[in-house]
Structure formats: C-alpha cells, structure tokens
Nanobody
Framework: VQLQASGGGLVQAGGSLRLSCAAS????????MEWHRQAPGKQRELVAS???????NYVDSVKGRFTISRDNAKNTVYLQMNNLKPEDTAVYYC????????????????WGQGTQVTVSS
C-alpha cells in the first residue's frame, strides 16, 4: 500500500491549509489512519488519528484548530489545519494501518513521503 501526501506549503500565522493523503494499491482495506509531524531538531509526534469508524484523537496542542477526516471510498485521509501557528512548522507524514483481502492475510503500516508545512510569523 502506497501513500501519497499533498497540500503542504507556506502560510502566514492564522492561516489555513488542508493536507490530503491517498492510499493506493490492490486488495487491501484500511483500519486506522494518522498524521504525524516532525519539526527540525525535534522528535516526530503523533498529531491526529482516526479509526475506520471515524473516532478521532488529537494532540493537545492542535485541539480546536485541526480536524482529521477520511473518505473511505477514496482511501483518503485529510487534515484541515486552521489558525496555524509558527510552532506548527514541520514535515507532516500520514500513515495507514492496512490488511490484505487475500489469504494469507497480510498486515502492515505504510507511511507517506511527507509534506512540508511552514508557518511564518
């Protein structure tokens, strides 16, 4: 399963961006999907997650500003980021936990290539 992320860019503080991440491949289904980020000199952190049923979780620093959603028909996860702050500057990565629909069942986690988000003050 391959993931392709898009939507990053340069935005001023207070602005918005929407990230997208589409999964492709054959004979698979996806369970949970997540967005992670890594700022320069910092460890990668989990930003938001969404289950196959739509349950969501967020790191405290983005609650009320970011919204994760998914389109199961398109195998795509989104991250709507509003009221962006300079501390949101990072490379954002999407993940998908998948399993095969063929036997024997295979499971795995795929990572997207990362998309840069830069927020200027």
């Amino acid at each position: 399963v391959q993931l392709q992320a898009s939507g990053g860019g340069l935005v001023q503080a207070g602005g918005s961006l929407r990230l997208s991440c589409a999964a492709s491949g054959s004979s698979f289904r996806i369970n949970g999907m997540e967005w992670h980020r890594q700022a320069p000199g910092k460890q990668r952190e989990l930003v938001a997650s969404i289950s196959s049923g739509g349950n969501t979780n967020y790191v405290d620093s983005v609650k009320g500003r970011f919204t994760i959603s998914r389109d199961n028909a398109k195998n795509t996860v989104y991250l709507q980021m509003n009221n962006l702050k300079p501390e949101d500057t990072a490379v954002y990565y999407c993940t998908a936990d998948w399993y095969s629909t063929y036997q024997p069942i295979e499971v795995g986690r795929s990572w997207g290539q990362g998309t840069q988000v830069t927020v200027s003050s």
